[in-house]
């Protein structure tokens, strides 16, 4: 039984919300970002964004806001199967690019690399689980991560078991039960926090479970944000809240890593979430925000085939600061421009193509129907 209220009265007609976007966007920027100063400062004290590994949470919040918006009124008609093909075009495309970017980086890395201690059959079969979104934390020059070609898979990964269980419960329960779960969801992301010291696990085989408690609350959180209409007007517009966004980021990693992050992830990100729902969008920056937002996908998700291979170059090379400051400005715009590339000339046309013909085999099947 189906006890949920969408809130209507708020909504009623579909608006996109492009600050959020934008927002995204900045944290998928963010990633990058940390992914190569991990490589430059391993004691993540001295890594000046040493908690970007935290957009992930706020992908996950924002995430939950998102679906409940675009699928709590509808789904219930739309059925459980054509949501999850929804989901898989929207998503999988990039899983796909991602995993062979990755399987390429892996063969051919100019910079190093231990091919020979891996047998072929290894290989393809790490890179058959990673096209499918199977676990399988194996190969340690990738460092045991869960999707050895493509290391930020691994958030994709909850994001489907997400998706899942919102089709089979979430969307079927009331505000009182989601915000139940929320609590206990809060509870596990403190005793991860408290038992490992912070939250950046969820990536490996030994921190596997880690991933499900930061996925669950963070989803949750978003969902409840969204059917309990906790939207703060405001007028911080996007740069204002980019700068709230990123002084997350920038906090500074410290022995009170198991305090300040679930501080974050519990209040600080879903007041975001609600800030940016309810913030105003100068005409002007409307374009940044959804360009913004179209490439923080496609930017997460092929980024980090290269970040391997200027790891191995960066650990046997050496290159002193100054070299270092333009080598990660010039592959950061790359990645930039390389993820628009791909957006555009592979995951746009393909979901387009997959989208029509869904619709055309629904089409012939409903024919076919009426005509026996």
């Not at 969801?185 to 010291?197: D, E, H, L, P, R």
């Not at 270092?324 to 590339?341: E, K, P, R």
């Amino acid at each position: 039984m189906n006890t949920t209220q969408a809130p209507v009265t708020t909504f009623e007609a579909k608006k996109h919300f492009e600050i959020l976007d934008g927002l995204r966007g900045v944290a998928a920027f963010a990633v990058v970002v940390f992914h190569f100063m991990e490589w430059i400062y391993t004691d993540p004290s001295k890594n000046f964004i040493g908690h970007g590994f935290l957009a992930v949470d706020f992908f996950f919040c924002l995430s939950g806001f998102v679906i409940g918006y675009a699928y709590d009124d509808r789904i219930a008609k739309m059925g459980i199967r054509k949501f999850f093909v929804s989901r898989i075009v929207r998503l999988h495309p990039l899983v796909v690019a991602g995993s062979v970017l990755g399987l390429l980086a892996f063969l051919f890395d100019p910079f190093g690399g231990h091919l020979e201690l891996y047998s072929k059959g290894k290989i393809f079969l790490t890179f058959l689980c990673s096209l499918f979104l199977i676990p399988l934390p194996v190969i340690a020059d990738r460092g045991f991560n869960l999707f050895s070609f493509n290391a930020p898979a691994w958030s994709l990964f909850w994001e489907y078991i997400a998706n899942i269980v919102y089709a089979f419960v979430l969307f079927r329960i009331g505000r009182r039960f989601l915000f139940l779960f929320t609590l206990l969801s809060a509870a596990a992301i403190c005793f991860v926090a408290y038992n490992s010291g912070n939250l950046l696990g969820g990536w490996s085989g030994p921190t596997f479970w880690d991933g499900c408690a930061r996925i669950s609350y963070s989803f949750l959180a978003g969902l409840l944000i969204y059917r309990s209409n906790w939207i703060i007007k405001n007028k911080l517009g996007f740069f204002g809240l980019t700068i709230l966004l990123l002084l997350a980021f920038v906090m500074p990693f410290s022995e009170w890593n198991w305090l300040s992050e679930p501080l974050v992830i519990l209040f600080y990100f879903p007041l975001l979430i609600s800030l940016g729902a309810g913030a105003q969008l100068t005409s002007g920056l409307k374009k940044i925000c959804v360009f913004s937002g179209n490439i923080s996908y496609p930017l997460y998700m092929t980024h980090y085939a290269f970040l391997w291979m200027f790891g191995n170059y960066y650990t046997n090379q050496k290159p002193d600061n100054t070299q270092l400051i333009y080598i990660v400005i010039t592959s950061v715009i790359f990645l930039v421009v390389f993820a628009y590339l791909v957006m555009v000339f592979y995951d746009i046309p393909l979901r387009k193509y997959l989208s029509n013909k869904w619709i055309k085999k629904n089409v012939s099947q409903n024919e076919n129907i009426v005509n026996n």
